[in-house]
C-alpha cells in the first residue's frame, strides 16, 4: 500500500457537511438541481450549460424501455418483499450489464481509437468496419431489432449536442465509422443509441469506465417507476404464471 | 388474477418511443431535465415548479454522505469485479434500508396522521410524543448524533418548501410534534434532514411507500462518485487491511 | 461502542487456516461434508446426526421450486451479463423474502409460543387461530395454492424428525395449531412445507431470525441449477418477449 | 427464436413434487444430503462417491475466508437492513468476481489448453508460463499474498481427488505448469486453492463456466455465519467508524 487513500466526497462536522469543497446547505440545496448536483459529485465541478445539456439527455433518454429484463427482475424482487423497494431496484440495476447498456463502453473505445487517428479517421473506420465485419462481430453502437431502417433516438442526440456546442471530434468519427459499416455490410445499419451516447459523452469529457454509472443512475429510475406501478397495479403474478406457461418442464 | 395487468410507462414502435403519453425524441429529450423527466416517469405529469424545486432538493441532499455502510459496500463490491460496476452500486443501494434512510417512511405516517388530527393536531402531536417516550423508542425523524443541537439542512430544506408556496400542513404537523417531542424529552431534539424530507415530499403529495424510491434513485448518484474514486485513488484495500485489523478473529 | 467487536470465524496465518478452533485442513477438507461444514460454521459445533439430517432435509426441499420469481430474476440478470454469474444468483436470492419462504420466521414464532404456553398448548392453538380467522390474516406455514388438500412435503419432514429422535415440542405445537386452524376455517387447510420447516429447524435450536439463512444457501444451489440450464438452453429471451405480450402498454 | 425452451429443473401437480427426473418427497429427501442434491439439480445425475467428495471439498474450502470484502458487504448491507437477510447475503456475493474466487475461470481453461496438447503437455507448459512472464501477468491459480511457500490447501485438495480415483489429467498438467512457472520465475511460487480447485473440478468433469457457481453456493453459507455473528456479536458501526478514519476527507 503505497499512499493512504482518501476521498474528497463528503466530510460532516458539528454544524455543517461539505460535499467536496462545497457546502452542501449553503452552495448546493435549492442552487443546483439533481444533475448539476452529481455531475459535481462525480466529476468534480459544476457542469457548463453543454455538459449539463448532454447528460440530461443521455439520463432521460436511457431511463426507461418498457418491459425488459431490467424490470422483470425488480418486479419480481418488489413482489417477492415489498419491504425492501431498495432491493427490486437493486435486482434490475444488475441487468445494467453487458448484453445491452453496456456496448457503450466499446462503443466509446472505438470512436477514442479513431479520433486517435487524425487525420487517418476515414482509413481507421475502414480497417475497424472491415475488421469487425470479417470476424462476424456486431458493431458495438450499431445494429436494433425494432428500430430500422433508424434509431430516432440518434439524430435527435447528436443534434442537441452539436447545438450546445461540443467540439465534435467523436460526433465526427461515429459518422466516419458509421459511412464504413454500411459499406462492410452492404446495407445501411443504423446507429443505435447506444452508439450516439457514447460520442456525446465522449464529446464533454467522460471516459469509458464511468459511462455505465450514468446508465446506473438513469435506470434506477426507470426501475422505481415500475415499482410505483407494481405498488398500483401489480403485474408480478400474471408475470409469473405467464412464465411458468412459456417455458414448460420436460422430463429429463 | 381478476384484471390483465397493463403498464402505462413504456411502449415502442418500429420508428418511435413514448413513455407514458409523450413521445420520447419529440417530448422529452432536450426539453425536460433528469428530474422533470423521472418525476413524469413515476407520478404521471409534469412536475409544477414547486415540485421540481421541492424533489431536487431531496435528490440533492440525499444523494451522498461520506464513508457509509452503503459506500463501503459499494466499493467492497466494486474493487471486487470492476467488471460489473452495476453490482457495486447494486450492493450499496441495497443498505438504503430501514436504519437510515428509510425512517422517512414511519416519519410521514406519523405527519399524515397528525394533519389527519385536523384542529387537535397538537393534542395528537402531544399524545405520540409521550407514547413514543413510553416506549423509549427514538421519534423517526428526530435527533442526530452528529449534528447537534439542530441539522444544518432541515431549515434550508423546510424553507425551500415554503418558499415555493407549498400547502404547508405537514411542515406544520412537524413543527407542532417537534415541540411536544422537546417538551417530553425535557431538552431540544433536532429535527433532522430525514425528518424535514418526509414533510416536504408529503407537502407535494409523495406517499410514504415509494418515498424511499428518491432516496435511491439520489444515492445512486452517490454511489456511482465513490466508484469514480476507487477508479481513480482505490481504497478498497486499505479498507479491507483495516478491517482485517479492527475485528481480530478469537478462538471459539 | 461498549466492547471491541470480534469474529470467532476464521484466521489465515502463513501456513495455516483456520475455521473458528478448527484446522481447515487438518480437521475439515476431506473429514466433514458441505453440511456439516456450513452448520458447524454458522452454529459453532459439528451438528449429530439428527441435526445434520434435519437440516439436510430442510436444504434439500427448498432449493428448487422451477420458475419462480426467484428464478426469473436470476434468469434475466444472469442473460442481460453473464460475464457475473454471482449477480444473476445474487438478483435472484433477493426474492427469497417476506412473501413467501420468510414466512417460516411468523410460523417459527408462532409455535414458540405455543411451546412456551406448557399444558395450555391446546388452548393458545385455539386463541391463536381464532385471532387470525378473526383478522382474516392467512396463518404462517398453512394453506398451499396447489398442494390440496395436503402438502407432499409437511408429512415426510415431520417423519424424518421424528424418526431421528427430536423432543418433538414443536412438532406437537403444530399439529395442535393444525386441528385449530382447520376447526376456525370449518375445512382442512394443509400444514405447508414452510410450516412444517419451520417445526423441524425449531425441533434442533435453530432461531426464527436465522432461519431465512438456511432458506438462502439451499436456494443458491437452486438458482445455480438455473444459470447452468441458461447456458446450456436459454429461456430468458422467451421469458422477456412472453412477459411484453403478457402485460401490454395501455397509453395514460 | 428457433426451438421453444424448456425447463428440466422442476414440475409440481397436485400432490406431487418433481425436481428432474425424481419425486422430491420420495427420491430425495432424507435420501440424499445436500451435496448429492445441488449436484443432481445443477448436474442432471446423483454424483459418484469422487464426485461428491471433491465438490464436498471444494465447498468446505471456499466457505470462509474471514473479514474479507464480501464479508465486509454484507455486514454492511445487513446492519442497515436486518428485515432482510438476504440482501446482505446477495451484497457479499456480488464479490465473488473477477479479482479473487474467479481466477478459477481462467485457471481451468489453461489446465484444460494443456490436457488437449496430449504428449506435448510439457512444452505447451513451458510456452504458457514464459508468455505469462514475459507479458508480466500472473498465472491464474498461482501465487498467494500469505500462504508462502505454499498454500496449504493444495496438496490436501489434490490428495483427496487422487484417493478417490479421477483420472488424474488436470492434476498432471498443474503439476506440468507449476514447475514451468518455477522455472520463468527463478523461484518457487506456490500454486494455490484456486489453481488446485480447477484442477480438481476439471477432474470431474465440471466446466469452467459454472466453476463460479460452486464458489457462489459455499460463500453464501459463509455470508450467513458473518450474519450469525453480526447477530450475536454486531461489528458493523466499528467497521464504519474505522473505516471513516482510515479513509480520511481531504478537500478538492
Given at each position: 500500500m503505497s499512499a493512504k487513500p482518501e476521498t474528497r466526497l463528503c466530510h460532516y462536522t458539528n454544524d455543517a457537511i461539505h460535499v467536496r469543497d462545497k457546502n452542501?446547505?449553503?452552495?448546493l440545496i435549492g442552487k443546483v438541481d439533481f444533475t448539476e448536483g452529481l455531475y459535481f459529485l462525480i466529476f468534480g465541478r459544476i457542469p457548463t450549460r453543454a455538459e449539463r445539456r448532454v447528460v440530461d439527455a443521455v439520463l432521460v433518454t436511457l431511463m426507461e424501455h418498457g418491459m425488459t429484463p431490467s424490470a422483470i427482475a425488480t418486479r419480481m424482487v418488489y413482489g417477492s418483499g415489498p419491504e425492501a423497494l431498495q432491493a427490486g431496484v437493486a435486482a434490475g440495476l444488475?441487468?445494467?450489464?453487458?448484453?445491452?447498456?453496456?456496448t457503450m463502453e466499446p462503443a466509446a473505445h472505438n470512436l477514442r481509437a479513431l479520433v486517435a487517428a487524425g487525420d487517418g479517421m476515414q482509413d481507421a473506420a475502414r480497417r475497424m468496419a472491415d475488421e469487425y465485419r470479417a470476424a462476424k462481430k456486431p458493431m458495438p453502437g450499431f445494429g436494433h431489432h425494432l428500430h430500422k431502417?433508424?434509431?430516432?433516438?440518434t439524430p435527435k442526440l447528436l443534434a442537441l449536442a452539436e447545438t450546445e456546442g461540443v467540439p465534435g471530434k467523436h460526433v465526427k468519427a461515429l459518422r466516419a465509422l458509421s459511412a464504413e459499416v454500411d459499406r462492410a455490410a452492404g446495407r445501411h445499419i443504423t446507429i443505435n443509441a447506444t452508439g450516439a451516447i457514447a460520442a456525446i459523452l465522449s464529446e464533454i469529457?467522460?471516459?469509458?469506465?464511468?459511462m455505465r454509472g450514468l446508465a446506473v443512475i438513469s435506470r434506477s429510475a426507470g426501475l422505481v417507476a415500475h415499482i410505483r406501478e407494481e405498488q398500483k397495479s401489480p403485474a408480478m403474478r400474471t408475470i409469473w404464471e405467464t412464465v411458468e406457461e412459456a417455458v414448460p418442464y420436460r422430463r429429463d
Open positions: 452542501l446547505v449553503e452552495d444488475m441487468a445494467v450489464a453487458s448484453q445491452f447498456v453496456g431502417p433508424d434509431d430516432p433516438r469529457g467522460v471516459e469509458p469506465e464511468i
